[in-house]
């Protein structure tokens, strides 16, 4: 079977599947059209995010089997058309949910004990106590939106913390000793953080805006480590300009482009120009799950699922 790799990878990826038997090629420059005009020579593909797999490329890769994507979710793919056509599926979110986790639980302690403000200030020569006391996570109840791999490993994180943790989810029975599942109206009576943890659906995109915002009955903080798309950016600056919202950790932007890379061609957004200049809001470029050890578990949780579909 020949393997064409969009993206590149851990390099264990193309050396055990080298092992298995796969004729590997890699084009890591060409432009969509290009592939697609040789896409039909191939049977798997493996990439992270680098264009969109869509009817027409689907159609020109007459021979293909799988899709490996390096990553969680599979929103760059049009999976029902792939399936219709019998292409085997492969995405790795157990390959950096741990990632995400650390991730999610260090912007809401950086958060709550202002810790990018204060470094930056230090840094410019500032030495102000006071205006930078800490609030602890103890007592407080954290509410994960979405239930799966990356929420599930937020909440194993938290098992260290006195603090209740709420899920919500669309399935029924995800709960589990780590986190109660509620219902919504629940969740948004009690919760003092908000952490999203759900893939880009039709369901999840703008799901955080004003209305849902405003159902809170606490001031809550913000983390978001799952798909920019989910938050409206403008309503997000107007809770925090008004206190609903006490602060913010975004690794993932509305604006940011499909296939993750990059944030911008034109000018900056006047909302995002808000949320640079706050102080109570850490930005970081789509790395919550991008860790060393990541990079590693992701590619061989593909191979593992390849060979285990394949072999």
Not at 126 to 140: H, Q, S, T, V, Y
């Given at each position: 079977m020949k393997v064409l790799h969009l993206d590149t990878n851990h390099e264990l990826l193309i050396d055990q599947l080298n092992a298995l038997g796969f004729e590997n090629h890699e084009d890591y420059t060409a432009s969509k059209s290009e592939i697609e005009a040789k896409i039909h020579e191939y049977d798997g593909i493996v990439l992270r995010s680098r264009f969109t797999i869509d009817k027409t490329f689907l159609d020109a890769a007459s021979h293909l089997k799988f899709i490996g994507r390096v990553g969680a979710g599979l929103e760059n793919i049009d999976c029902d058309y792939a399936e219709s056509k019998g292409v085997f599926l492969v995405s790795a979110p157990e390959g950096n949910r741990n990632a995400v986790g650390e991730h999610a639980l260090g912007m809401l302690l950086s958060l709550f004990n202002k810790l990018n403000k204060a470094d930056a200030e230090v840094r410019a020569?500032?030495?102000?106590?006071?205006?930078?006391?800490?609030?602890?996570?103890?007592?407080?109840?954290?509410?994960?939106?979405?239930?799966?791999?990356?929420?599930?490993?937020?909440a194993k994180k938290l098992r260290g913390f006195d603090v209740e943790v709420l899920c919500y989810d669309i399935k029924n029975g995800v709960g589990d000793d780590n986190a109660k599942q509620v219902s919504l109206a629940e969740f948004q009576d009690k919760v003092d953080v908000v952490s999203l943890h759900t893939p880009q659906t039709p369901l999840t995109l703008n799901m955080i805006d004003s209305s849902f915002i405003n159902q809170v009955k606490k001031p809550f903080w913000l983390i978001n480590t799952a798909r920019g798309k989910s938050v409206v950016t403008q309503d997000l600056v107007a809770a925090l300009q008004s206190e609903k919202i006490l602060g913010a950790g975004l690794d993932v932007l509305e604006y940011e482009k499909a296939s993750f890379e990059t944030l911008f061609s034109t000018e900056l957004p006047e909302a995002f120009k808000y949320l640079i200049e706050a102080e109570n809001v850490l930005l970081?470029?789509?790395v919550a799950g991008w860790t060393v050890e990541s990079k590693e578990k992701l590619?061989?949780?593909i191979v593992d699922?390849?060979?285990a579909k394949f072999c």
């Open positions: 020569g500032k030495w102000l106590r006071e205006a930078n006391r800490g609030i602890e996570l103890d007592g407080r109840t954290v509410g994960l939106i979405g239930y799966g791999n990356m929420g599930k490993a937020f970081t470029p789509h590619a061989q949780t699922k390849i060979k």
